[in-house]
């Protein structure tokens, strides 16, 4: 079984910087996909982000593209999510994804494991 968790979620105005963190525990095998997704009150679970396992390959939403870098550091199976320039539509629970595979995917259907979500609230 794989655990993921979160952290790095806050409070921050607009304009200004957050860094996501997701670590993997429990034991994991070979190479997978990481992703980051997002989530807004009385709004379907969203894609925000994906990385491969090599992190050569990445692919953003519309919306954060220019904004927000996804990375990982696979000796810590660990995961992350710089955004900056926030805006107040950025604000929602974020939720770390992986697959059992390596490649990039945006579907939700496409992961095996999540988090259980940090929250970001980008307000002045």
């Known amino acids: 079984q794989v655990q993921l968790v979160e952290s790095g979620g806050g409070l921050v105005q607009p304009g200004g910087s957050l860094r996501l963190s997701c670590v993997a525990s429990g034991r994991t095998f070979g190479s997978y996909a990481m992703g980051w997704f997002r989530q807004s009150p009385g709004k379907e679970r969203q894609f925000v982000a994906t990385?491969?396992?090599?992190?050569?390959?990445?692919y953003y939403t519309n919306s954060v593209r220019g904004r927000f870098t996804i990375s990982r550091d696979n000796a810590k199976k660990a995961l992350y999510l710089q955004m900056n320039s926030l805006k107040p539509e950025d604000t929602a629970v974020y939720y770390c994804?992986?697959?059992?595979?390596?490649?990039?995917?945006?579907?939700?259907?496409?992961?095996?494991?999540w988090g259980q979500g940090t929250q970001v609230t980008v307000s002045s």
């Open positions: 994804a992986a697959t059992t595979r390596d490649g990039a995917y945006i579907a939700r259907s496409s992961y095996d494991y």
């Open positions: 990385i491969n396992w090599a992190g050569g390959s990445t």
